[in-house]
């Protein structure tokens, strides 16, 4: 904080400057750091906020540089200042996210009246992004990002089935050659080669990924993750992130650059999309740079699975059973994993549905699973999941929220369920609702919906409590 401090030109009549954090309910803040040009040190205080000032505070709309030289002008702001500081008078203040997730306020105050002008908040707005990263990093260190601090969305349902680190693959024992591969990835995670991990959008490449990398021996802990869409290399140290470094890829590579992940790994993300010469130095690492920049290695390609890969058999497709291989790409020779889709998968269907669920339920403190029914089990059976299961999850996670009963109902999307008959549960709640969106949510009386669907009103409220219909 005081190095930021002293790197803004002395042309800028600032006293200090402080960073904050808080979630996006607003409900306390805690100060961070604080900086003055007599002192620097770290500020732990935790500030509650009361009920009527987190009410007036809007998440959604309060993520520009503001410039405040009337504190009576946000009240949340007047309230923090003087709750915790004494004689500011002007304000800079930035509230900042990186990719969606909230990342607190940093404030450059004065003692003086009408110290800042807006040319001051444009200059603060310009290094946005740099400090946002060194926020994100400063939070990571102590472990103070959330889940819930991510900037609350358009959608209704919140995402909570991100893929984490420990995340286990989910294959069943009756999916025999898949099962035989990621049971035997102790063995695979010893291999001196590359590891390049194959299959289509969504069916858990990040997944096999994590679960092969936490098998790794790694001595020092460090890990680096090179994102080739977005030209960016993030390097871990025990899980937490030291740096992030942008890359020219129409640079020659520079060896430099990966020296710090020395007997530690490296995943690498959509590797085919690299040039030539980038490809084959990342595979390299592992042999041609051993002594001082050795790394396992373990890459993902995003492609299509290619029909010479499945065998047609009476009553449908099945994968062929050798997921693994070892191909060459450039001089190097790879470990080569090809993840099936889901429509390969039948046999995985019943576990990952009940590991999802149970991973919903055990997030929201429900004590027991939403059951499904014949008829659902038999189309998510038949469905042909072009989004893999990653559409399984958006759409369990969708029908979790949604539903209140103790059964799920789940709604395929597209043509290929648009001619299959619904549980009659699901074909009333639809009535229901319909009706309900003409009443414009009006239940009984006059132009209500009982009088639309022709029953009693207490038939219906009764209805709209089994089905788990929520009226607005």
């Known amino acids: 904080m005081y190095a930021c ?74 309230y923090v200042v003087s709750t915790s500081f004494r004689n500011i008078k002007s304000l800079i203040l930035m509230r900042m996210h990186l990719d969606g997730l909230r990342l607190g306020a940093l404030g ?19 290094v946005r992004g740099e400090l946002s990263l060194l926020a994100f990093i400063a939070l990571s260190r102590h472990n103070l990002l ?29 999916n025999g050659p898949l099962y035989q591969l990621y049971t035997a990835l102790d063995e695979l995670a010893r291999s001196e080669q590359p590891v390049l991990i194959l299959g ?7 997944t096999f990924a994590a679960c092969l990398l936490q098998r790794m021996p790694r001595h020092n802990g460090w890990h680096g993750v090179l994102d080739a869409i977005g030209s960016r290399l993030i390097i871990i140290k025990d899980g937490e992130t030291e740096r992030s470094v942008s890359l020219d890829f129409s640079q020659p590579p520079d060896i430099a650059l990966f020296l710090p992940l020395h007997q530690g790994s490296l995943q690498i993300n959509e590797l085919l999309t690299l040039p030539e010469c980038w490809q084959t130095f990342l595979l390299r690492l592992a042999s041609y740079y051993r002594a ?33 291989t070892s191909r060459r790409y450039g001089d ?11 429509r390969h998968r039948h046999e995985d269907i019943p ?20 059951v499904l029914g014949n008829e659902t089990q038999r189309l998510l059976w038949e469905y042909r999941w072009p989004g893999n299961i990653s559409e399984l999850i958006a759409l369990l996670e969708n029908a979790f929220f949604q539903g209140a009963s103790h059964e799920l109902n789940i709604s395929l ?47 219906l409220y009764s209805k709209i409590k089994k089905l788990g219909i929520v009226v607005k």
């Open 200 to 206: 289509e959008e969504g069916v858990g490449k990040k």
């Open 108 to 126: 450059v105050f004065s003692y003086r009246a009408n110290a800042f002008t807006p040319q001051h908040v444009e200059l603060f707005e310009s």
């Open 5 to 78: 401090l002293k790197s803004i030109p002395d042309s800028v009549v600032c006293d200090g400057i402080f960073f904050n954090y808080y979630r996006h309910d607003i409900r306390s803040i805690q100060f961070l750091a604080l900086a003055t040009h007599k002192a620097a040190r770290l500020k732990w205080d935790v500030v509650p906020i009361p009920e009527n000032i987190a009410r007036q505070f809007d998440c959604m709309d309060n993520f520009s540089t503001q410039l405040i030289n009337d504190l009576s002008q946000d009240p949340l702001t007047e």
């Open 413 to 459: 999307p597209g043509p290929q369920n648009s001619d299959a008959i619904v549980p009659l549960d699901e074909a009333m709640r639809q009535h229901i609702l319909l009706a309900l969106r003409q009443c414009q949510g009006k239940i009984s009386g006059k132009g209500g919906a009982a009088e639309l669907l022709g029953v009693n009103s207490n038939t």
């Open 351 to 370: 576990l990952l549905l009940t590991h999802y669920l149970t991973r919903l339920a055990r997030l929201n403190n429900r004590t027991s699973l939403p």
């Open 332 to 342: 190097v020779f790879c470990q080569v994993i090809t993840l099936p889709p889901l």
């Open 146 to 174: 959330a889940r819930d601090d991510a900037l609350p969305q358009a959608t209704p349902v919140p995402a909570l089935l991100d893929v984490a680190e420990d995340e286990p693959f989910v294959v069943s024992p009756a």
């Open 292 to 324: 001082y920049c050795r790394i396992q290695v373990i890459a993902l390609q995003t492609q299509s699975f290619s029909s010479a890969q499945v065998s047609h058999r009476q009553g449908g497709y099945d994968a062929d059973p050798c997921y693994l």
